[in-house]
């Protein structure tokens, strides 16, 4: 099969743009022809993929969407793709990957009820009708089921959602690697042998609720707030973030250290991983937590949260989210005996279940799109209004 695959923005540090470059990696591997396309790219560039950087021009969010789906609208024609597969919401696609929360009701539950007129919303609203509406016939691949109802709800949306299981990587270290990284990264930030060290993971810090993280750490007892650190790895603006650490003291404590390739290595390093986001569709860096034994703190709101709860191996924050009960939440992670605990009982889930088939059962729903496919092409649907 030719198959075009549909991204706004490339770089390498982003959950959805990973899973982006590994399903179509995986649909090459299976003999398919893949071409990428894209506004930028940022990082190095597969080469088992064809890459098409479109380029990115406007002044705003609109403007520059527009623009794509203008050139997508002009060049797919020719490219003469068996199947499109889109990992932004947009129209014409064959098979839609979602990592988003549903716009409409996050703008309802969010937003004063005059945005719904602002053009803004006309558009967004447009580009998320345009895969979900009744009628549509573009196939919806999904990580987790909590958003299905809601998409019904909004769209009243036909059975044609398919959920993924997660992806992560199968891990296997000995006790002495992991006690080896902790020590080389200790060593190498000139940090004490014996110290904690909690890990935030994530390319947006305000949503993924890196606030709500430093406080915690902030209110952490005296004695054990001394001796732990907070390793933040992720690409996002982080000017707010650092002086909410200074005005708390924790200046020397917090770290930021940007989009990071060994992360793998600070999750073997760290003591507990603590993610209290204020929405996540899914958080997959909750799941491949547990393949290292690294206990965690999330939220309810997580989709992947339920993993953490069902294996046992963390603390899941009840909604709403109370600051207090992350505290003591915190205090209770970096008990020894709890972590030991909960260190085991995660290794144990990730032996057990599948955690790692995502991107193979992705193919596995193109192919199976591309093969009944029937009639008119969808590549002729309009482009949103607004």
């Given at each position: 099969m030719k198959l075009g695959f549909i991204l706004f923005d490339y770089f390498p540090f982003g959950g959805l743009q990973r899973d982006c470059?590994?399903?179509a990696r995986t649909c090459a591997a299976r003999g398919h022809s893949v071409t990428l396309l894209t506004r930028t790219?940022?990082?190095d560039k597969p080469a088992d993929l064809h890459v098409t950087v479109v380029g990115?021009?406007?002044f705003s969010n609109i403007s520059r969407n527009r623009h794509f789906l203008r050139q997508l609208d002009?060049?797919?024609p020719a490219l003469q793709f068996d199947g499109v597969v889109g990992f932004n919401k947009m129209p014409g696609l064959d098979v839609y990957f979602g990592a988003d929360p549903c716009y409409l009701a996050r703008i309802e539950r969010t937003r004063p009820w005059w945005c719904r007129w602002l053009p803004r919303y006309r558009h967004f609203a447009s580009l998320e009708r345009a895969v979900f509406a009744r009628g549509v016939r573009t196939q919806i691949m999904l990580l987790t089921p909590q958003e299905i109802p809601v998409y019904q709800k909004y769209y009243e949306t036909e059975d044609r959602f398919h959920l993924l299981p997660p992806n992560v990587t199968r891990r296997t270290f000995s006790a002495d690697e992991q006690a080896?990284?902790?020590?080389?990264?200790r060593s190498e930030n000139n940090w004490p042998a014996n110290g904690r060290l909690l890990v935030f993971i994530g390319s947006d810090f305000k949503r993924k609720g890196l606030d709500r993280a430093i406080r915690a750490l902030s209110a952490l007892p005296a004695g054990l707030?001394?001796?732990t650190r907070l390793a933040v790895l992720g690409q996002s603006r982080s000017g707010s973030f650092q002086r909410l650490a200074a005005s708390l003291e924790l200046g020397a404590q917090v770290h930021f250290l940007g989009g990071r390739h060994d992360v793998p290595d600070w999750m073997l390093a760290a003591d507990a991983l603590i993610h209290p986001a204020y929405s996540e569709t899914a958080g997959m860096v909750l799941v491949e937590a547990l393949t290292f034994g690294l206990p965690v703190l999330t939220t309810e709101v997580c989709g992947y949260a339920f993993h953490i709860a069902k294996a046992g191996a963390g603390i899941v924050l009840p909604s709403p989210f109370d600051q207090e009960?992350?505290?003591a939440g915190l205090v209770e992670m970096l008990?020894?005996?709890?972590?030991?605990?909960w260190r085991v009982n995660g290794l144990a889930y990730a032996a057990k279940e599948d955690l790692y088939s995502c991107h193979e059962r992705a193919a596995e729903i193109i192919e199976e799109t591309i093969r009944r496919k029937r009639g008119p092409s969808i590549l002729a649907a309009p482009a949103p209004a607004g």
């Amino acid at each position: 099969m030719k198959l075009g695959f549909i991204l706004f923005d490339y770089f390498p540090f982003g959950g959805l743009q990973r899973d982006c470059v590994k399903i179509a990696r995986t649909c090459a591997a299976r003999g398919h022809s893949v071409t990428l396309l894209t506004r930028t790219w940022r990082g190095d560039k597969p080469a088992d993929l064809h890459v098409t950087v479109v380029g990115r021009q406007g002044f705003s969010n609109i403007s520059r969407n527009r623009h794509f789906l203008r050139q997508l609208d002009s060049r797919l024609p020719a490219l003469q793709f068996d199947g499109v597969v889109g990992f932004n919401k947009m129209p014409g696609l064959d098979v839609y990957f979602g990592a988003d929360p549903c716009y409409l009701a996050r703008i309802e539950r969010t937003r004063p009820w005059w945005c719904r007129w602002l053009p803004r919303y006309r558009h967004f609203a447009s580009l998320e009708r345009a895969v979900f509406a009744r009628g549509v016939r573009t196939q919806i691949m999904l990580l987790t089921p909590q958003e299905i109802p809601v998409y019904q709800k909004y769209y009243e949306t036909e059975d044609r959602f398919h959920l993924l299981p997660p992806n992560v990587t199968r891990r296997t270290f000995s006790a002495d690697e992991q006690a080896a990284a902790r020590r080389r990264l200790r060593s190498e930030n000139n940090w004490p042998a014996n110290g904690r060290l909690l890990v935030f993971i994530g390319s947006d810090f305000k949503r993924k609720g890196l606030d709500r993280a430093i406080r915690a750490l902030s209110a952490l007892p005296a004695g054990l707030r001394e001796h732990t650190r907070l390793a933040v790895l992720g690409q996002s603006r982080s000017g707010s973030f650092q002086r909410l650490a200074a005005s708390l003291e924790l200046g020397a404590q917090v770290h930021f250290l940007g989009g990071r390739h060994d992360v793998p290595d600070w999750m073997l390093a760290a003591d507990a991983l603590i993610h209290p986001a204020y929405s996540e569709t899914a958080g997959m860096v909750l799941v491949e937590a547990l393949t290292f034994g690294l206990p965690v703190l999330t939220t309810e709101v997580c989709g992947y949260a339920f993993h953490i709860a069902k294996a046992g191996a963390g603390i899941v924050l009840p909604s709403p989210f109370d600051q207090e009960q992350c505290n003591a939440g915190l205090v209770e992670m970096l008990a020894p005996d709890k972590a030991s605990t909960w260190r085991v009982n995660g290794l144990a889930y990730a032996a057990k279940e599948d955690l790692y088939s995502c991107h193979e059962r992705a193919a596995e729903i193109i192919e199976e799109t591309i093969r009944r496919k029937r009639g008119p092409s969808i590549l002729a649907a309009p482009a949103p209004a607004g």
